[in-house]
């Protein structure tokens, strides 16, 4: 539990970057918003557990481990790619959200409305589905793991939006974009293990 604990936090770290970014712009995340956040990574990650469950039932162990490493060393190279180009585009996607999450708040109100909520939640919930299927092929309980990044999610994306008064944040956000993909590479090699 531990192990999915410690993992969890470190894949949803652009959570609480992303409350403080808000927090930064005076942009408020309420209650029914921020449950809406923390749902995304708990139905996503589920479902792509029961999915991946379902998928490699009849593979062997070592096909499953060499998917593993493809797969996770793949979003390793695109997870960096994507950090290098971080902030560059300028359109309201789902790219634009991730690399940017300030930008969900389409209408710039200074409060998310469930839709902008939605599209964040999506956004910080495509690392975790990543992280889901690993466990997946490690034959994780799916909601236990389901709900553990989404609690963490609400946790660390509300720490986040309280923390606008503190400097050193601010210092760590620089380079934190890195961190998913050094995982994807970690979690890579694990499954040559």
Known sequence: MAHLIFLSLLVSLDGFF???SFSLKKIRIRLPQLLLISLCPLVIVAAVMLSSQLLTAGIPAQASKGLGFVLFFCLAYLSFADALKK???SSPSLIAVINNPARSDLDQNQHLSSREALLLGLALSLD???LGFSFALDKAPVWSTALCFAVVNFLLVKAG???QTLPFVRRMEKGSEYLPSL???ILAFSRLL
């Open 18 to 20: 992303s409350g403080f």
């Open 87 to 89: 902030r560059s585009s």
């Open 128 to 130: 975790n589905a990543v």
């Open 161 to 163: 939006n309280l923390c």
């Open 183 to 185: 995982l994807f590479l």
